[in-house]
């Protein structure tokens, strides 16, 4: 029997996301999974090797924040998206899905739409996957147990603007859109029963409780209806500032309060503030977290609201939610994630083709833009670039984009470079120097807000379990992602 190890990297610097410091080493993979770390491990002990010339090894990026299928198909964004993903660092993808129009464009129970799509997804991916679960009605929370035990779905999600607000601006059908009955209601008491239906599962799974938990898209319907109108009423303000002021920073922190009390209220300890965009917003997170302590917030920011901000040269091609804000909330945003105030950063990577994102007739009209872009591929040469620039560390770093969301969304073998876990790697240059183009990206979007923005740090190789899925920046191989029942062992 041949006892060599499957794969040695050689000659690289671990980045541990515990430690203080980068360490030159050896990395040997056996079965999928780090066997050892350190240095002068011999060539002749591997069936392969891999000089990684001195590049930074950070473990695989955990992307928990994307929306896979959203405008497209399932089964064509999983493949394209996986390998904008996989560029990008990310080894695992975690998905937010909800019934209605959109996504699979159907309501209904779960259990009649997550297995179709588990077969969707099947074979696609080119990094790991796994889902988070929106409940849009009464029927939804009671499956919420049956989620967790069956379909391994461990975080479930809350649109708190899905009131009297659609995707793309105001609206005045909201049953419709959401593909809700006509006794249901989207408002503070439905949120309120989704925090307590998972609360009840958390009790009824105690060994996994830990690592169940619910998310919210914290912005104030009422607030961005209204504000919606003012904005547009008085035309001074156009493009980005003018979607940034039609969905006000206040719109966020008030949702952030309203969260927190129903959290408190429903005694559900576990709950993540997604993509906070504003000072506003986050130091409502932080003012809730000193008011309600037994609650255990998470913070997450998104690398379009670290790059990005109203005066982007993409213009509506950047147009997002909650909105890309002015330059000072991107200098908080930094200055909170430097100070360890931020617990994660993610892409909300939702691919929205040119012909999908912009009116065709009047192509930089804000208020007709759709919401949402693609930028997964360039979540960690992103943070790598721009954080070093401004101290942060690649312990840090690796924090931020593997260790914490890997350990809050149950993918227990993932997110650390440690013998017996799962041999997730990327390679990076941190002296690289390149320009983003939307031609270079494997993602179907064709065009990204990023565009021409410089980088100081590259992704050059990319391995999932073990297996090289990315070679000098160009995804390689078949589709090798494995669906993520979390909590994983």
Known sequence: MDKRYDLLIKNVRVVRPLGHAVHEADIAIRGGRFAKIGPGLEARSAKRVHDGKGRLAFPGAVD??????????????????????????????????????????????????LPEMMKLSAGRFHVDYGFHIAPMDSTHIREIPEMIAKHGVASFKIFMF?????????????????????????????????????????????????????????????????????VETEGRLKGLAAYSAARPPHSEGLAVFIAAYLANEAALPNINLL?????????????????????????EVTIGHLMLDVDARSGVLAKVNPPIRPREDVEYLWQMLLEGKVDWVVSDHACCRHELKVDRRRSGNIWLAKSGFGGTEYLLPALVSEGSRRGVSYNHMARLVSYNPARRFGLNSKGDIAEGLDAD???????????????????AQGYTPFEGLELGAKVTDTFLRGEHIVRDGNVIGPARGQYLHRPTA
Request: aromatic share 10%; glycine share 8%.
């Open 162 to 230: 899905y009131g009297s607000h659609g995707l793309h601006g105001r609206s005045d059908d909201q049953r419709r859109f959401l593909m809700i009955g006509p006794d249901e209601r989207y408002d503070y008491a439905h949120f309120e029963f989704v925090m307590r239906g998972v609360q009840r599962a958390r009790e009824r799974f105690p060994d996994k409780a830990g690592q169940i938990s619910l998310s919210l898209h914290c912005e104030t319907a009422e607030i961005m209806t209204a504000y919606s109108r003012l």
């Open 64 to 113: 928990a924040h994307m929306h896979t299928g959203i405008y497209s198909p399932l089964e064509q964004d999983a493949v394209t998206e996986s390998k904008a993903a996989a560029q990008g660092g990310v080894t695992s993808s975690l998905n937010y899905f909800r019934a209605g129009q959109y996504y699979l464009n159907k309501g209904g129970p779960y259990r009649r739409l």
């Open 425 to 443: 790697l990327a390679l990076v240059d941190p002296a690289a120097r390149w320009t983003i183009r939307a031609a270079d990206s494997a993602s």
């Open 275 to 299: 993509h906070l965009s504003s000072r506003k917003a986050l130091v409502a997170a932080l003012q809730m977290a000193a008011v309600f302590p037994h609650i255990d917030f998470r913070r």
